[in-house]
C-alpha cells in the first residue's frame, strides 16, 4: 500500500483560502483513489472530496460543495484540496486517504474505502 503524507495546513482567516495537499511515498498514486477526510474536536470524522485515479469523477460533501475543489497532478504523484470561504466550522485535522481496487470509475466519502492514511494536518481557521 502506497504511503500517504499530507501538508498545508495552518492558521487561515476566516474567509480566506488554503491549499492542501496530498503525496504518495513510496510508490505512486497511479490508479488510487484519494479521499480527504476531517475531524473536528469533540466530533466523527467526516468525508470532504474524493477523486478517482484519472480526475473524471469527484465528489464533495454538502457542507463544502462551491466552496472546496480537488485535483490531481498524476505526474507529481500529487492530489490537492483547494479550500476558500474558510468558516471557523471548517476547523478539523485534515486528513488524506488512498486505496486500489474495486470500482474505479466513482469514489466514496466512506472511511472503508480507504486503506492507507495520512497522519493528517490542522487546519484552523479563526474568526
Known amino acids: 500500500q502506497v504511503q500517504v503524507v499530507q501538508s498545508g495546513g495552518g492558521l487561515v482567516q476566516a474567509g480566506g483560502s488554503r491549499v492542501l495537499s496530498c503525496t504518495a511515498s513510496?510508490?505512486?498514486?497511479?490508479?488510487?483513489?484519494v479521499g480527504w477526510f476531517r475531524q473536528a474536536p469533540g466530533k466523527e470524522r467526516e468525508g470532504v472530496s474524493c477523486?478517482?485515479?484519472?480526475?473524471?469523477?469527484?465528489a464533495f460533501a454538502d457542507s463544502v460543495k462551491d466552496r472546496f475543489t480537488i485535483s490531481r497532478d498524476n505526474d507529481d504523484h500529487t492530489v490537492y484540496l483547494q479550500m476558500r470561504r474558510l468558516t471557523p466550522e471548517d476547523t478539523a485535522m485534515y486528513y488524506c486517504?488512498?486505496?486500489?481496487?474495486?470500482?474505479?470509475?466513482?469514489?466514496?466519502?466512506?472511511?472503508?474505502?480507504?486503506?492507507?492514511w495520512g497522519q493528517g494536518t490542522q487546519v484552523t481557521v479563526d474568526s
Open positions: 486517504a488512498a486505496d486500489f481496487g474495486g470500482n474505479m470509475h466513482i469514489c466514496r466519502l466512506e472511511e472503508d474505502d480507504y486503506k492507507s
Open positions: 513510496g510508490l505512486t498514486f497511479d490508479g488510487y483513489r
Open positions: 477523486i478517482v485515479w484519472n480526475s473524471r469523477f469527484t
